[in-house]
């Protein structure tokens, strides 16, 4: 299991940092393998550059026939000296005029189309690929790295629980987290139970005493 989870660390190492000494990703190849995905989607209709950052779009994921422009282009490379490296680009982006009730119709195709407006830039062949690229050639590498018998139909054969279990491991610290919120809630609302019974409690018990006082005085007071 610790060999599966260096292996995938060093491959998600090598795709980004390379075997050797490899160009840097710039804003301008960002830009340009952008466009080369935008052209390459089978459900663009139309891609044509109008100036500096502007484009004539149409799609048919969506309903939108008008300009596209580039608002801003990021490269992010915070992470690219640490253990699982990455450099990610993201093309900031404005479709001039669509509605918020497209966006909500077409919620779906809206997001495939975004998600290729974030890119990950290969250092091995110098280049920007999606995120779906990125993790296809991650996988295949790790194949490699720990061989074709440690596969069956594609999955880990002795890894897969430990696999499955990193998946979900985002998942199961959140449900921890709102457990023990939720017990500390349902114990300090406890608490506050115990409080409100004690003291209805001795509020009974003063009345109590207050009829009893009451029932005693009475027969002197006939008298």
Avoid: C
């Amino acid at each position: 299991m610790r060999k599966a989870a260096l292996v995938i660390a060093a491959v998600l190492l090598l795709l980004a940092a390379g075997t050797g000494a490899a160009a840097q990703p710039s804003k301008e190849s960002l830009i340009q393998a952008w466009e080369n995905i935008q052209k390459s989607d089978t459900e663009t209709v139309v891609f044509e550059k109008l100036g500096d950052n502007r484009y004539k779009f149409k799609t048919n994921r969506f309903p939108f026939d008008g300009e596209l422009r580039i608002l801003n282009v990021i490269i992010d490379d915070r992470f690219s000296d640490s253990e699982f490296a990455a450099v990610t680009g993201t093309i900031e982006y404005d479709l001039v005029g669509i509605s918020d009730e497209v966006e909500k119709k077409y919620e779906r195709s809206y997001s495939l189309w975004k998600a290729n407006n974030t890119l990950y830039f290969d250092s091995e062949t110098k280049s920007w690929m999606p995120a779906r690229d990125y993790q296809v050639k991650a996988t295949a590498r790790a194949r490699e790295m720990m061989g074709a018998e440690g596969y069956i139909e594609g999955r880990p054969k002795q890894n897969y629980w430990w696999t499955a279990l990193l998946s979900w491991l985002p998942f199961l610290l959140l449900i921890g987290f709102w457990a023990l919120l939720f017990n500390r809630i349902g114990a300090k609302r406890n608490r506050e139970y115990m409080e409100r019974a004690t003291l209805h409690m001795n509020r009974m018990e003063n009345l109590l005493e207050r009829i009893a006082q009451s029932v005693e005085n009475n027969p002197k007071q006939e008298e």
